[in-house]
Protein backbone atom coordinates (compact mmCIF):
# COMPACT_ATOMS: atom_id res chain seq x y z
CA UNK A 1 0.00 0.00 0.00
CA UNK A 2 1.49 3.36 -0.88
CA UNK A 3 -0.35 6.87 0.68
CA UNK A 4 0.62 9.87 -0.23
CA UNK A 5 -0.48 12.95 1.69
CA UNK A 6 -1.14 17.12 0.90
CA UNK A 7 -2.56 19.86 1.82
CA UNK A 8 -0.48 21.09 4.85
CA UNK A 9 0.66 24.28 4.69
CA UNK A 10 0.96 27.67 6.48
CA UNK A 11 -2.55 28.80 8.23
CA UNK A 12 -2.93 32.25 10.74
CA UNK A 13 -4.78 30.52 13.88
CA UNK A 14 -8.36 29.76 13.61
CA UNK A 15 -8.15 29.36 9.95
CA UNK A 16 -8.94 26.17 8.21
CA UNK A 17 -7.22 23.34 6.14
CA UNK A 18 -8.16 20.21 4.28
CA UNK A 19 -5.46 17.24 4.11
CA UNK A 20 -5.77 14.43 1.70
CA UNK A 21 -4.35 10.96 1.60
CA UNK A 22 -4.33 9.16 -1.45
CA UNK A 23 -4.04 5.37 -1.50
CA UNK A 24 -3.09 2.72 -3.86
CA UNK A 25 -1.90 -1.18 -4.11
CA UNK A 26 -4.99 -2.37 -2.69
CA UNK A 27 -8.77 -2.13 -2.53
CA UNK A 28 -9.12 1.51 -0.16
CA UNK A 29 -12.62 0.21 0.86
CA UNK A 30 -11.06 -2.90 2.48
CA UNK A 31 -9.44 -1.29 5.56
CA UNK A 32 -9.50 1.67 7.96
CA UNK A 33 -7.81 5.00 7.70
CA UNK A 34 -6.21 7.20 10.36
CA UNK A 35 -4.60 10.48 10.81
CA UNK A 36 -1.61 11.06 13.16
CA UNK A 37 0.62 14.04 13.75
CA UNK A 38 4.00 14.25 15.43
CA UNK A 39 4.97 17.70 16.62
CA UNK A 40 8.73 19.10 17.23
CA UNK A 41 10.06 17.36 20.26
CA UNK A 42 7.15 14.98 20.69
CA UNK A 43 5.65 11.44 19.62
CA UNK A 44 3.26 11.02 17.36
CA UNK A 45 -0.44 10.81 18.15
CA UNK A 46 -3.32 10.25 17.15
CA UNK A 47 -5.80 12.40 15.60
CA UNK A 48 -8.38 10.73 13.78
CA UNK A 49 -9.80 7.31 12.25
CA UNK A 50 -12.37 6.38 10.12
CA UNK A 51 -13.82 3.01 9.37
CA UNK A 52 -13.93 1.18 5.90
CA UNK A 53 -17.39 2.81 4.96
CA UNK A 54 -17.34 5.68 7.23
CA UNK A 55 -19.45 4.35 9.76
CA UNK A 56 -17.46 4.98 12.38
CA UNK A 57 -15.31 7.33 13.51
CA UNK A 58 -13.06 8.46 16.54
CA UNK A 59 -11.19 11.46 17.41
CA UNK A 60 -8.67 12.85 19.77
CA UNK A 61 -10.12 15.34 22.55
CA UNK A 62 -7.79 17.37 21.02
CA UNK A 63 -9.58 17.75 17.92
CA UNK A 64 -13.10 16.80 18.58
CA UNK A 65 -15.60 19.38 16.99
CA UNK A 66 -12.66 20.80 15.04
CA UNK A 67 -11.52 18.28 12.40
CA UNK A 68 -13.48 15.83 10.56
CA UNK A 69 -12.07 12.97 9.06
CA UNK A 70 -14.08 11.38 5.82
CA UNK A 71 -13.40 9.58 3.06
CA UNK A 72 -14.09 9.03 -0.95
CA UNK A 73 -13.63 5.17 -1.50
CA UNK A 74 -14.73 5.78 -5.45
CA UNK A 75 -11.09 7.78 -5.29
CA UNK A 76 -9.26 5.96 -3.23
CA UNK A 77 -8.65 9.12 -0.72
CA UNK A 78 -9.04 9.91 3.05
CA UNK A 79 -9.70 13.62 4.42
CA UNK A 80 -9.05 15.63 6.82
CA UNK A 81 -10.51 19.13 7.20
CA UNK A 82 -9.16 21.22 9.75
CA UNK A 83 -11.26 24.08 11.15
CA UNK A 84 -10.65 26.57 13.79
CA UNK A 85 -7.09 25.84 13.74
CA UNK A 86 -4.98 26.17 16.53
CA UNK A 87 -0.81 27.15 16.99
CA UNK A 88 -0.49 23.68 18.81
CA UNK A 89 -2.14 21.92 16.11
CA UNK A 90 1.37 22.82 14.53
CA UNK A 91 2.68 18.92 13.25
CA UNK A 92 3.65 16.76 10.83
CA UNK A 93 0.40 14.98 9.96
CA UNK A 94 0.55 11.21 8.54
CA UNK A 95 -2.16 9.56 7.00
CA UNK A 96 -1.94 5.56 7.71
CA UNK A 97 -3.52 2.01 6.64
CA UNK A 98 -5.02 -0.31 9.53
CA UNK A 99 -5.35 -3.62 7.52
CA UNK A 100 -6.39 -5.68 10.34
CA UNK A 101 -9.27 -3.61 11.15
CA UNK A 102 -12.35 -5.98 10.67
CA UNK A 103 -15.42 -4.00 12.81
CA UNK A 104 -16.64 -1.71 15.16
CA UNK A 105 -15.01 0.90 16.94
CA UNK A 106 -11.42 2.40 14.91
CA UNK A 107 -8.37 2.03 16.26
CA UNK A 108 -5.89 4.57 17.68
CA UNK A 109 -2.96 3.12 18.69
CA UNK A 110 0.00 3.58 16.01
CA UNK A 111 1.05 0.05 16.30
CA UNK A 112 -2.14 -1.27 14.93
CA UNK A 113 -1.72 0.92 11.53
CA UNK A 114 0.48 -1.04 9.04
CA UNK A 115 1.81 1.53 6.45
CA UNK A 116 2.25 5.38 6.79
CA UNK A 117 2.48 8.48 4.24
CA UNK A 118 5.04 10.71 4.18
CA UNK A 119 4.01 13.07 5.80
CA UNK A 120 2.51 17.06 5.39
CA UNK A 121 3.53 19.68 7.41
CA UNK A 122 0.82 21.44 9.14
CA UNK A 123 2.09 25.41 10.55
CA UNK A 124 -0.64 27.36 12.09
CA UNK A 125 0.90 30.69 13.54
CA UNK A 126 -0.34 33.39 15.82
Known amino acids: VQLQASGGGLVQAGGSLRLSCAASGRTFSSYAMGWFRQAPGKEREFVAA????????NYASSVKGRFTISRENAKNTVYLQMNSLKPEDTAVYYC????????????????????WGQGTLVTVSS
Open 50 to 57: ISRYGSYS
Open 96 to 115: AVDLTYTDGAVRTSSYEYDY
